[in-house]
């Protein structure tokens, strides 16, 4: 499923209409009955809606949904928010097939009771009131209404949008609908995936209102949910006649004297990963404490300097041979020999090279040699690490995460896992996925090294973008079923996801 900007559902509905034929009233009336089915499931035909409707589409929907629900016997009691509203197009048609089939509205101001007197007579609040057609700040009377529909303690069911969210990445300006419910219509809303503006979604389902898929080949933006149907559906099956070469020989240089145990998450993620042969690079005192835990891995001693790895041009040489990708950063610690293998790697290793952690420190030093480099390249920065990469702060990556990845994927012809919850993939292409698993018990050290294992697996046995997208969503995936068994958030470690990494890739056998 896509995932899309204000301005981009606009063109996919006027597509819809103008090119395919389709007349908006129609799909209108397709999100009037899904809305009500669903509003009726969720709690039957005995509770009692107070509808608000805006004066633009929005409330198109809100005329439609009310009058479903009334042809259906339930209570609702219907009210425009602005004062001699004017409707148009198809939200005039559907206030006047409302009014033409026998029903009442009331204008907010003319209720003529008090604001408690209202809320004593009703159970669940509709928002039809702003979607997507939001410019600048939410203006009064929706101001008012939307602090007083907050402070009710009330079910509140939004359309489209919680009333004053804005669809894309433009910053919030005002107090928005603060929503227990959104029915987003058709396709996601990007803003659902910000961490300013998701939690005034509260639970979200997306609904169809008839939009065809054909329109979607005119969408420029890329952007798509990445769950368990696109997990399962990209998934290439392994050859019956692999073996330990052909299922991906790969590399991770990861640790230090002082963090041994960054490699060994990586490594073993990348062995549970399904990695056909993985060596490890490390400081000689690593392997002592990696290999007791690690038993499948091979290793390799480089040269080191103060207990950080320092290998010569040889040694990364000898070690680039005949791996499919290899694994850079977990636990390698900052030197300038550090950046200079760093440099090294980026210039010469012509497999698929992921750079993590400690190794996305040099990254933004390292720009024109990155501009250079033809082989694949992965970055897996965390929010903090996209800022220091795109030189911008963390407020703004937090705000405009799609437009950043997607820049810097772009320019530096990069693939980049921008991590959090919600974690981005964003391909050199354009294309961008958005992960649809995980938890908050995913959120610690060590966690990022385990997802860096299972990246570094994948893409040297799946093709790359759908490896990128998988690995995120196994990694978040493992997490899920692990809480479901009863751990719990704050006591899930990395090596627990690691070992329930076996039971997440039964998803895709
Ligand atoms: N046929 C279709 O196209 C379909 C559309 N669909 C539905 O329509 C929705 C989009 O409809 P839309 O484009 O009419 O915009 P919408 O969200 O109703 O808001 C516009 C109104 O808000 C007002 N307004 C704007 N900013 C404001 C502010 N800051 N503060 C206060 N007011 C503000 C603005 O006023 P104006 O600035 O024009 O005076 C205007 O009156 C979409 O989310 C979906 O639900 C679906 O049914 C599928 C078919
Ligand atoms: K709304």
Redesign the pocket.
Known sequence: MRIVT?EE??SI??I??NKIGL???V??E???REIARRLIDLYGMEKRFLLFI????????GF?VARMLKEQGVSVLTCIV?DE?IFE???KLHKRVYEQSGYRWRYWKEMNRTWSEVLCEVDVVVD?????????????P??SIIKKINLADKEIVS???P??VP?GEAEM??EPISADRTFT??LMKLSYYLEATKPYYGEVETLP?G?PPATMNHLEAQRCVWGKDEVVNSWVKSNPFAHKGSNGRIGVIAGSQQMPGAAALSASAAIRGGAGLTTVGTVSTAIQTVATHVKEAMYTAFSEQSGLIAPTEEELFAFYEGKAAIAIGPGIGRSTRIKAMIAHAIEHYTGILILDADALVYVSELHDEVKKRRSPLVLTPHIGEMAHLANESVDVVKQYRFTIAETYAQTYQAHIILKGPHTIVANPNGGMTVNHSGNAGLAKGGSGDVLTGIVTALVARQPLETALSTAVFLHGHAADLLINQGFSINSLTPSDLIEGLAEAYKLCE
Do not use: F, H, W
Not at 54 to 61: L, R
Not at 128 to 140: F, K, Q, V, Y
């Open positions: 204000g559902m606009a509905d006027a819809t209409i007349p908006g009233v799909l209108m397709n999100a009037g805006g004066k633009g589409n929005n409330g198109g929907d439609a602005e509203a197009g198809d939200a039809a009131m702003l979607g997507t057609g939001l410019r600048g700040a939410i203006r009064e929706y101001t359309i489209d949008l009333s004053g669809a300006e005002g219509l058709q209102i939009i």
